[in-house]
């Protein structure tokens, strides 16, 4: 679960992840877009993009140390570096947008593990 929660930041600080086509972010942005960036909680047993999918097995501490210094680059780098700062798979978000996407996704999944 840590290192699937790494892959948003990995998309925003590392380049490591393909941008989606025209076709597919067209897509993205009419179909999950609102739902990804809204201030509603995801719902349970909600399904995944492909690149957040992690197969095989991970280190926990490593992952947990990743994870942390996301949050701190994150935090440290603040609001201003995120207004209207590009999405791989969205385009152009607000910084409350981002915030809500990296909000939501970590307490998805730290909820589902009663942390």
């Not at 597919?24 to 877009?33: F, S, V, Y």
């Not at 207004?83 to 409350?96: A, D, Q, V």
């Amino acid at each position: 679960m840590l290192a699937h929660c790494n892959v948003t930041y990995e998309m925003v600080y590392d380049n490591i992840h393909s941008k989606p086509n025209a076709f597919i972010k067209l897509l993205l942005k009419l179909l999950a877009k609102n739902k990804v960036v809204s201030e509603t909680p995801y719902p349970r047993s909600l399904g995944t993009a492909p690149q957040f999918i992690i197969k095989g097995n991970r280190d926990f501490e490593l992952e947990k140390s990743r994870l942390i210094s996301y949050i701190q680059k994150t935090q440290e780098l603040g609001q201003k570096e995120f207004e209207g700062k590009e999405s791989l798979s969205f385009g152009k978000l607000s910084s409350k947008e981002w915030n809500n996407m990296f909000a939501k996704h970590l307490d998805h999944h730290l909820s589902q593990f009663g942390v």
